[in-house]
């Protein structure tokens, strides 16, 4: 069974930035692609970006595109999301996911393991 564990959320004034961790344990998610999630009070889980565990490759939903970036060590078996230049609307609680196998998706329900959540908090 695989474990995602989510690290480094925080409250950051706009225009801060933070880097969240996502540390895997439990099996090998090398055939997988890494995600972010977020989720703000009473709204929808969205996708935030995407990285082939494999071979790299990166996707970003446009609401973050040159602001966030999504990167892995494979040695530490963790996945990073820095978000840099943070805005208020970047509010929410953000979640690492991994989906078996190597096509790319931004559905959530095409994601199979989950981490707990961290809390990014963005001041105005």
Do not use: H
Not at 3 to 24: P, Y
Not at 48 to 65: C, E, F, N, P, Q
Not at 91 to 112: L, Q
């Amino acid at each position: 069974q695989g474990q995602l564990v989510e690290s480094g959320g925080g409250l950051v004034q706009a225009g801060g930035s933070l880097r969240l961790s996502c540390a895997q344990s439990g099996r090998a998610f090398s055939n997988s692609v890494m995600g972010w999630f977020r989720q703000a009070p009473g709204k929808e889980r969205v996708f935030v970006a995407s990285i082939r565990w494999s071979g790299g490759g990166t996707y970003y939903a446009d609401s973050v595109k040159g602001r966030f970036t999504i990167s892995r060590d494979n040695a530490k078996s963790t996945v990073y999301l820095q978000m840099n230049s943070l805005k208020p609307e970047d509010t929410a609680v953000y979640y690492c996911a991994a989906r078996v196998g190597t096509f790319w998706s931004v559905r959530k329900d095409d994601y199979n393991y989950w981490g707990q959540g961290t809390q990014v908090t963005v001041s105005s």
